[in-house]
């Protein structure tokens, strides 16, 4: 089972940065891509950045140029850089990571979609 856990969420005014972190852990497994949502009260959960085991991102529109994902899949710990922060990036935002797990006692591997536990972003002045 892999478990994933995030931390640096808080409260900050508008145009202050903030970095979340997201480690996985669990027993074999590897990491095809790590990503970060976001979520606010009324609407679905959307995606904000992702980064692919290749190396290669994708970003929101909303948080282009201002946000940076960054990290490792091999490593399953990934890192968001969030500058230039605005009222309307308030949210819970969720670590992703989807992969390959095994049951080396079963002999078996299949996909795995997991999330974290969510930490609050909070952007008021």
């Known amino acids: 089972q892999v478990q994933l856990v995030e931390s640096g969420g808080g409260s900050v005014r508008p145009g202050e940065s903030l970095s979340l972190s997201c480690a996985a852990s669990?027993?074999?497994?590897?990491?095809?891509?790590m990503a970060w949502y976001r979520q606010v009260p009324g609407k679905q959960r959307e995606l904000v950045a992702v980064?692919?085991?290749?190396?290669?991102?994708r970003y929101a529109d909303s948080v282009k140029g201002r946000f940076t994902i960054s990290g490792d899949t091999a490593k399953n710990a990934v890192v968001l850089r969030m500058n230039s922060l605005k009222f309307e990036d308030t949210g819970d935002y969720y670590c992703?990571?989807?992969?390959?797990?095994?049951?080396?006692?079963?002999?078996?591997?299949?996909?795995?979609?997991?999330w974290g536990q969510g930490t609050p972003v909070t952007v008021s002045s």
């Open positions: 992703n990571a989807e992969g390959i797990a095994c049951e080396i006692a079963a002999g078996t591997c299949d996909h795995f979609d997991a």
């Open positions: 669990g027993s074999s497994f590897s990491s095809t891509s």
């Open positions: 980064i692919m085991n290749s190396g290669s991102t």
